[in-house]
């Protein structure tokens, strides 16, 4: 029987489809991944019974999805790269776009995302320097088989990684929990649509390195 001890990394690590449990209920399991299901309910004030019985439902129609912690790093790898960093290098510069044209034709709204498009270039900023010191340093020494070797440079992309946790949480406060006011015009729920998106790819990326792909690495 399934129990509320193991951590979220661990949960969503052995049964993938979990990671959608845990964002319907708001629990952070990257980030916050070392937190037990027991102690991230409770803070999260979330009946753990209830993510349970859905954890199980998950699990049992969980097809054939894959478990990367069972997988070789390499493949880990190159998966991040063509899923995560190929992606948010495209889709980051159109998000900043369509939140300028946002505020630019709402700008009478009370509660148009005012401050959303200076945000997300600074996220784009900042995740393309954090892409940059993945491919160039990080990947490669975990690559050659010189992961243990690699705790500071992990260290600095967790404490990035953490930076990135809280804009997700500033974005969240600017669009009211993305929220749109019944009168949205097509480009604003496109653009609230693309950053609920952009969160979970962004939870999904942090989860597979802060808790598979790093640990795997530093362990040799």
Not at 42 to 62: F, I, K, Q
Not at 98 to 103: D, Y
Not at 125 to 145: C, D, M, N, W, Y
Request: proline share 5%; charged share 25%.
């Amino acid at each position: 029987m399934m129990s509320t001890e193991p951590t979220l990394a661990d949960l969503v690590a052995t049964n993938p489809s979990a990671a959608k449990v845990f964002q319907r209920y708001g629990l952070d399991y990257c980030c916050g991944g070392k937190q037990s299901l027991k102690e991230a309910c409770a803070a999260g004030r979330v009946d753990a019974d209830t993510v349970l019985r859905e954890l199980a439902a998950a699990e049992t129609g969980g097809g054939d999805e894959v478990r990367w912690a069972e997988r070789p790093i390499d493949q880990l790898i190159e998966h991040i790269l063509d899923r995560y960093h190929a992606p948010l290098r495209a889709e980051l510069p159109r998000l900043v776009d369509l939140a300028r044209q946002v505020e630019r034709v709402h700008a009478d709204k009370p509660d148009r995302p005012d401050g959303l498009a200076d945000l997300l270039a600074d996220v784009y900023a900042a995740v393309t320097s954090h892409l940059a010191k993945e491919e160039q340093i990080l990947f490669p020494l975990i690559r050659s088989g010189r992961g243990q070797n690699a705790y500071m440079p992990v260290q600095v992309m967790v404490q990035e990684h953490e930076d990135h946790g809280q804009n997700l949480r500033r974005i969240r406060k600017l669009t009211n929990n993305l929220k749109l006011p019944d009168y949205a015009c097509a480009s604003w729920r496109e653009l609230y649509r693309a950053l609920g998106e952009l969160e979970v790819d962004l939870m999904d990326h942090i989860h597979l390195e802060n808790n598979i792909l790093f640990p795997r690495a530093l362990a040799g």
